[in-house]
């Protein structure tokens, strides 16, 4: 059974920081590349940031860029979200995806597997 389970979301205020991990069990997880996304009330799930098998590549969206960096572990078989400098815009609930393919990692229905999300919000 695949299970993708994020942990570390919380309340911090403005400029905090925060980090997301996202462990994995059930797949061969080298073989995934993963990212996360958001999905804020009443929004979209928008793409956050990826990474690529072996953690050479990354890849952001511009609204997180030089505030959020993602990395992984391949032998905890975690993926990680450091989040700093955060904003109140920032706040929605995070979630992580793997994805077995080689889609665009922007796009969420590239993705094989999903996690159950984790609350983050950021308060003015």
């Known amino acids: 059974q695949v299970q993708l389970v994020e942990s570390g979301g919380g309340l911090v205020q403005a400029g905090g920081s925060l980090r997301l991990s996202c462990a994995a069990s059930?797949?061969?997880?080298?073989?995934?590349?993963m990212g996360w996304f958001r999905q804020a009330p009443g929004k979209e799930r928008e793409f956050v940031a990826g990474?690529?098998?072996?953690?050479?590549?990354?890849y952001y969206a511009d609204s997180v860029k030089g505030r959020l960096t993602i990395s992984r572990d391949n032998v905890k078989n975690t993926v990680f979200l450091q989040m700093r400098s955060l904003k109140p815009d920032d706040t929605a609930v995070y979630y992580c995806?793997?994805?077995?393919?080689?889609?665009?990692?922007?796009?969420?229905?590239?993705?094989?597997?999903w996690g159950q999300g984790t609350q983050v919000t950021v308060s003015s």
């Open positions: 059930g797949i061969d997880f080298i073989r995934y590349r």
């Open positions: 990474i690529d098998w072996r953690g050479r590549n990354t």
């Open positions: 995806g793997a994805n077995g393919g080689w889609g665009y990692l922007k796009n969420s229905q590239e993705y094989d597997y």
